[in-house]
């Protein structure tokens, strides 16, 4: 092993697994050499599905690999000009192409089938001579990987990490301008400008506040960035309304933060409902109000016009 990869370790993963991947296609490629099996290594996937003498299209082979629709279609090109395969129309559909195995590709297949057959039980013995099973071992990372993939695995404990940078805190009268501006930026963005947009955003501490109710404010490495409010209804109702977080920092959950906070405060509060009305166009906002337990419910009518969509969450006893 190279002492890169006795340094790096683990993290290495996908460029140690390029590195056996390439002496495998040397070693593969002496291989085919010694049985005269006249095939470039990488064209083996397509040879094999083609081996039987059935024709297929592109798209099929491309599928039942694992390899891209242009990846197959380059090796097609070049084993069709090695007069290993030929192209010909799908009977009863002019417009898809397939690929066939030639008479000169169907000359290799003795050899190849030695071959092949002579490789499976080499591939047995090193597996057996293993401590770890490799195969199973990839079938297994292959499996993870759909389910989550490594950019997205990364990506989770990049975003814990960052949130240390992320900071909640109560509204204060030095707010007022970020609070009026956040929201504003992201109304006009979406929206227009309503009446009752004004009246709150620019007097939060006379229709908010002083009213009973509560914002929080983010701030992401000392900057504001996002707003949340409570707005008081009654003693029981308590509304999740002027949301808004920066463009420059979207991604990094501070949405939710804003939300899980409001939500928390109105529990706190003892309000034993907490509502909220938005647009269904506004899909990661839906996703998000969804998250934190909001269910859609058909409310009074909303004073504002953007409104198509309200939402409940109600606290169990």
Known sequence: MLQIYENTGKMALGSRLKQLSEALAKQAARVYQLYEVDLDPKWFP???????GSCLPITVIAEAIGHSHASVSKIAKEMTAAGILKSEKLAGDARVNQVCITDKGRSLLSGFERQTGDMEAVVDELLGQCQHNIWEAISELDYLLEEKDV??????????RDKENIELIEYRAEHATSFRDLNYEWINKHFEIEQ??????????KQILAKGGYIVIAKYKGSVVGTCALIRHDANRIELAKMAVDDSVKGKGIGYLLGQRCVDKAKELDFRQVFLESNTKLKPAINLYKKLGFKRIVGEPSPYKRCNIQMLLTFLD
């Open 46 to 52: 397509v040879f094999y599905m083609l081996k039987s």
């Open 151 to 160: 950019f997205a695995r990364v990506r989770s404990k990049f975003l814990d």
């Open 196 to 205: 009752s947009d004004s009246a709150m955003l620019d007097d939060p501490e």
